[in-house]
């Protein structure tokens, strides 16, 4: 226990890298307690609606499985906009008090756009289609940068050897990724 408060169960990185004809978002699959790996195939991305989204979380797992929920509802009820439902639920989840207190951040992708959401009420849309997310992004997101503009490099090969390089760099190695991939 650190300040009488218990140690958060998590640490996670969310990649996702838009290039050619697909978008691809990757997860690792750990959940950490202090220095201890408690578990390390989670499944922390996931096709959303139809599966024409795919969204992972950094955070609390409980709070990204509030968030998936909600965004799910919405989905299902307006399946063709995803800015407007993004926007949507990141005014709820800034507003609401019972979501303005969740510990997650969330990668949202579908074939046009790529997001960030936050709980402070930001909705982020990189320009080079990459978004990065979590404990580790900025290794990932370094490594990613670095590879995107390879010719013959895939969106999948991007972000497996993005991640690859996230994973021999950051506290723990963690090689249990799972990849949710939407042909463009």
């Not at 289609?129 to 503009?149: E, H, K, Q, V």
Request: hydrophobic residues 45%; proline residues 2%; glycine residues 8%.
């Amino acid at each position: 226990m650190r300040n009488n408060q218990l140690i958060p169960f998590y640490e996670t990185t969310i990649l996702s890298v838009r290039k050619g004809n697909q978008v691809v978002m990757v997860g690792d699959g750990q959940i950490i307690m202090g220095n201890l790996i408690l578990k390390s195939n989670v499944r922390k991305v996931r096709r959303l609606g139809n599966g024409d989204v795919i969204a992972g979380f950094s955070g609390s797992i409980i709070d990204a499985l509030t968030l998936f929920d909600r965004l799910e509802a919405k989905l299902e009820q307006n399946p063709h906009q995803l800015i407007n439902i993004c926007v949507d639920l990141a005014m709820d989840w800034h507003k609401d008090p019972l979501l303005s207190h969740l510990d997650a951040m969330m990668a949202v992708v579908n074939k046009t756009h790529s997001l960030i959401l936050t709980g402070t009420g930001e909705i982020l849309e990189p320009e080079d289609g990459l978004i990065c997310i979590g404990s580790g992004s900025s290794y990932a997101l370094s490594a990613a940068r670095a590879l995107l503009n390879i010719e013959g490099l895939s969106a999948r090969i991007i972000a497996e050897k993005s991640m690859d390089v996230y994973s021999e760099i950051y506290n723990f190695k963690n090689k249990s990724f799972i990849f949710e991939i939407i042909d463009i």
